[in-house]
């Protein structure tokens, strides 16, 4: 296959990605707001969406696997740790402690998963055609300003609310004596995850707002 067709096979590939995962998080906010509406209250709202919501995000892995092989130019690392936290609150949270669905935190992070994703996978599908309107471009680079927070908030509220129930329960923690000699305590792991939001969200949130400077606001070229 010449280097020509590799690149149109993978344009084709990220074209159906990236549609794929815009559809999804339509329908999963669509279904979350439906929900909202008739039932007057968030809670039953992840058990609405909850596989669909497990696919999209957990799908999101692929986007490592496009930055390694070379579809896409970003870094693989920071492609990881960014998918990452948001699958862990899922699995590791979500998913593992039910009672962690019933605080606001919930409704916080749903939406705001919805609204930054539709945005981020719609902008990539037409970046690749090179047809993005400008308005897509502003929400793109001005959402996150509202949506970011908020989900960070979302989902450290969940995290925090699954806190005495992994303890009380004893979730995913391997305690000393066994043959392995080793231990490991879910509850301490979890308190680490949201430490590390203390340095992680104002440089992430500073390195978007570069971004979206960058972006908005190029700066004019010197006149001749």
Not at 134 to 161: A, K
């Amino acid at each position: 296959m010449s280097k020509k067709e590799q690149g149109s096979a993978g344009k084709a590939y990220l074209t159906l990605y990236n549609a794929v995962q815009t559809a999804s998080w339509t329908f999963i906010l669509a279904k979350t707001l439906l929900y909202f509406h008739e039932k007057k209250c968030y809670k039953g709202a992840f058990e609405n969406v909850e596989w669909e919501l497990g696919l999209a995000q957990t799908a999101g892995f692929l986007e490592v696997l496009h930055c390694i092989i070379g579809l896409v130019r970003s870094n693989p690392f920071l492609t990881f740790v960014q998918i990452l936290s948001r699958v862990v609150v899922y699995w590791g949270v979500l998913i593992l402690v039910p009672e962690s669905r019933l605080q606001i935190g919930l409704p916080m992070l749903l939406v705001a998963w919805c609204i930054a994703e539709i945005t981020r996978y719609l902008f990539y599908v037409l970046a690749l055609y090179n047809a993005c309107p400008s308005i897509l471009i502003w929400c793109r680079y001005s959402f996150f300003l509202v949506l970011y927070p908020t989900g960070v908030s979302g989902e450290l509220l969940s995290m925090y609310s699954a806190l005495p129930y992994i303890k009380e329960r004893g979730l995913l923690t391997y305690g000393m004596p066994n043959k392995y000699n080793i231990s490991f305590d879910y509850h301490l792991f979890m308190i680490f995850v949201m430490l590390t939001y203390i340095p992680g969200f104002p440089q992430m949130y500073g390195h978007m707002l570069k971004q979206r400077s960058k972006v908005l606001n190029p700066p004019k070229e010197k006149a001749q």
